[in-house]
């Protein structure tokens, strides 16, 4: 079973979600390595002082390979620069047809294209690009990136939408309808179809 990995979270979640899926221990992984049960816990916690021939060989007990990450298309943006030119001229139109066109190329991507979190003043923006980037990551079968993991959720319902103009209340109901579990789950409504189509 080949994992493919971005970082050394990502490795260690990929090892601790295995050795559960065979039902060994932490020590008996350990044991099966000539390692201590201390360095198991590290490398699933993600440490990065772990050493990577051990790593491997832990991986081999547990039927893991490596493949490489899929590369950026061509056509890659630096969608975090982009974003924060584009909400600091204000121009809100262009941000909502920015969000569309993020989540589709991160789509094709395989992953999504923010890896770090973007410098943006806009809070609510920063927490709608947070639920997006989840939604990539569950729609491609990624990891998400950690910035959009610790990005707490909205207290107040974000309607990006809402910055150009007015949202009824039955539109919102609509919006509501159609927006994907990991955005609502951030407090962020925006319509599955429209993430490809702003």
């Not at 990624?142 to 309607?159: C, D, N």
């Not at 910055?163 to 599955?192: C, F, Y």
């Amino acid at each position: 079973m080949n994992a493919s990995l971005t970082d050394s979270a990502a490795l260690g979640r990929r090892i601790r979600e295995r050795r559960r899926a065979l039902g060994a221990t932490q020590q008996s992984v350990a044991d099966s390595c000539g390692v201590s049960r201390k360095f198991i816990n590290e490398l699933e916690a993600g440490k990065n002082n772990s050493s990577l021939g051990l790593a491997l060989k832990v991986m081999g007990v547990l039927g893991l390979g490596i493949t490489a990450a899929q590369p950026q298309s061509q056509n890659a943006k630096d969608y975090g620069r982009e974003f924060a030119a584009t909400l600091a001229a204000k121009d809100y139109r262009f941000a909502l047809r920015l969000i569309g066109d993020y989540a589709a190329s991160s789509v094709a991507d395989g992953r999504p294209s923010l890896t770090s979190v973007p410098r943006i003043d806009d809070a609510d923006y920063l927490v709608a690009l947070a639920a997006i980037t989840r939604w990539i990551a569950t729609t491609t079968g990624s990891p998400a990136p950690g910035w959009s993991l610790r990005t707490k959720r909205s207290e107040a319902p974000i309607f990006p939408a809402e910055k150009i103009h007015p949202v009824g209340s039955r539109m919102k109901e609509l919006i509501r309808q159609g927006t994907p579990p990991d955005l609502a789950a951030m407090n962020v409504w925006i319509r599955e179809r429209d993430l490809a189509t702003v």
